[in-house]
């Protein structure tokens, strides 16, 4: 299957300041991505869908000014936590959507995530 | 998209056969079927799919009644690397429908193989 790549793996931050993490499809081309966020012991909960070229669309109580992203290119999205608190603390996870596989559905592939933790 | 319901945890034995099953009572006609898994600390990896047909691939089996309101995903021989979350999504796919569509995740069921 693609591959999705996401860096860093894992981050410490200080309370205030920002922190970026990059997620790449390494051989695909992908208009849309997502960013998910997963507690300890819950599951992923959607944060926003991101769209090559376009403003991100993000799901209902996710603050858009906290979470930038940007997705300036067909293989490249970003995520940026600005102001960081320790409740931000979390496992990011992105996806990457393939729009065009041989059968011709468009399929989903997820990268390793990025543990982020805010001291 | 519809939802789906999943018993939250099972176990079977190292070798043996593993039938996780879902329920999607309120699946549309255009959903699919989709099973992901979580391993501990890592991103979803992805298993399956189907729409009416049972599939099968390399890592399980899809098994969905006639009816489409379940389904069941079959690890033949479950081996201890297959110990994870399983998540059972449906959701449209293809065309304009299906790139308007996302993945939701519920809490899935977590498989515990024992040695």
């Known amino acids: 299957g693609a591959v999705v790549s996401q860096h860093p793996s894992w981050v410490i931050c200080k309370s205030g300041t920002s922190v970026k993490i990059e997620c790449r499809s390494l051989?695909?081309?992908?208009?849309?991505m997502f960013w998910y966020r997963q507690f300890p012991k819950q599951s992923l909960m959607l944060m926003a869908t991101?769209?090559?070229?376009?403003?991100?669309?993000?799901e209902q109580g996710v603050e858009k000014d906290k979470f930038l992203i940007n997705h300036a290119s067909l293989t490249l999205s970003t995520l940026t936590v600005t102001s960081a608190h320790p409740e931000d603390s979390s496992f990011y996870i992105c996806?990457?959507?393939?729009?065009?596989?041989?059968?011709?559905?468009?399929?989903?592939?997820f990268g390793p995530g990025t543990r982020l933790t805010v001291t | 998209d519809a939802k789906t319901t999943q018993p939250p945890s099972m176990d079977c034995a190292e070798g043996r056969a593993a039938n996780l099953p879902c329920n999607h009572s309120?699946?549309?006609?255009?959903?699919?079927v989709y099973w992901y898994r979580q391993i501990h600390s890592q991103g979803p990896q992805y298993i399956i799919h189907?729409?009416?047909n049972n599939e099968t691939n390399e890592m399980a089996s899809l098994i969905i009644t006639e009816d489409r309101k379940s389904s069941t995903l079959i690890l033949p021989h479950a081996t201890l690397r297959d110990t994870a979350v399983y998540y059972c999504?449906?959701?449209?796919?293809?065309?304009?429908?299906?790139?308007?569509?996302?993945?939701?995740f519920g809490k899935g069921i977590t498989l515990s193989v024992r040695p």
């Open positions: 996806s990457a959507r393939d729009e065009s596989p041989l059968e011709g559905f468009d399929e989903q592939y």
């Open positions: 051989d695909f081309q992908a208009t849309t």
């Open positions: 991101s769209n090559e070229g376009s403003k991100a669309t993000y």
């Open positions: 309120t699946i549309s006609g255009n959903e699919y």
């Open positions: 189907g729409l009416k």
């Open positions: 999504i449906v959701r449209v796919a293809g065309g304009l429908a299906g790139a308007n569509s996302k993945l939701t």
